[in-house]
T-cell receptor
Framework: GAVVSQHPSRVICKSGTSVKIECRSL??????MFWYRQFPKQSLMLMAT?????????EQGVEKDKFLINHASLTLSTLTVTSAHPEDSSFYIC???????????FGPGTRLLVL | GENVEQHPSTLSVQEGDSAVIKCTYS??????FPWYKQELGKRPQLIID?????GEKKDQRIAVTLNKTAKHFSLHITETQPEDSAVYFC??????????????FGKGTHLIIQP
């Protein structure tokens, strides 16, 4: 199957700092990638759709100025959590379909802990 | 937007028995229904998916059924084994000529296989 990677796998930061998470499709090009957030023992919630060469589409309730998404190439999307606070601590996972009509493959996730 | 309900939240079965997890969705435009298995701290892994043009799909011990009229779909695992223990998520999405939307997930089912 298609391979999606994320970096870093885990990060600990101080409150008020910004954290960048990278999502890469390793063996395919992805015009669209998705970002999800998963709190402990909860389900995955779609945060935003990342579109190569255009602005991201955010789900209702997700602050676009806080969660900056950039999809600069067909294999890389980045999520930057700006001015992180303890309540932003979560498991952030990206996904991408190898083909627009194909299923989505998930990255390994990034565990963010904000102190 | 789409809303996906999943039941039960916890399911305990004896090894070798069958397990059934049920989901309902609200948006009649949804036409793609994947099931993911997630082990603790890891990424969701696709185990089976179904599109709205078929009513059933089977892959060895795993099967999924879809009732578009009633807007519900189910996961069936037969001859359960200890390694089937995990959290299972159903999801729904819409595929069109322009590509896929992000996934809306159910709340998950913690499947426990008793030896």
């Amino acid at each position: 199957g298609a391979v999606v990677s994320q970096h870093p796998s885990r990060v600990i930061c101080k409150s008020g700092t910004s954290v960048k998470i990278e999502c890469r499709s390793l063996d395919f090009q992805a015009t669209t990638m998705f970002w999800y957030r998963q709190f402990p023992k909860q389900s995955l919630m779609l945060m935003a759709t990342s579109n190569e060469g255009s602005k991201a589409t955010y789900e209702q309730g997700v602050e676009k100025d806080k969660f900056l998404i950039n999809h600069a190439s067909l294999t890389l999307s980045t999520l930057t959590v700006t001015s992180a606070h303890p309540e932003d601590s979560s498991f952030y996972i990206c996904s991408a379909p190898p083909d627009p009509l194909e299923t989505q493959y998930f990255g390994p996730g990034t565990r963010l802990l904000v102190l | 937007g789409e809303n996906v309900e999943q039941h039960p939240s916890t399911l305990s079965v004896q090894e070798g028995d069958s397990a059934v997890i049920k989901c309902t969705y609200s948006d009649s435009a949804s036409n793609y229904f994947p099931w993911y298995k997630q082990e603790l701290g890891k990424r969701p892994q696709l185990i089976i998916d179904i599109r709205s043009n078929v009513g059933e799909k089977k892959d060895q011990r795993i099967a999924v059924t879809l009732n578009k009229t009633a807007k519900h779909f189910s996961l069936h695992i037969t001859e359960t084994q200890p390694e089937d223990s995990a959290v299972y998520f159903c999801a729904a999405s819409t595929y069109s000529g322009g590509g896929a939307d992000g996934l809306t997930f159910g709340k998950g089912t913690h499947l426990i296989i008793q030896p």
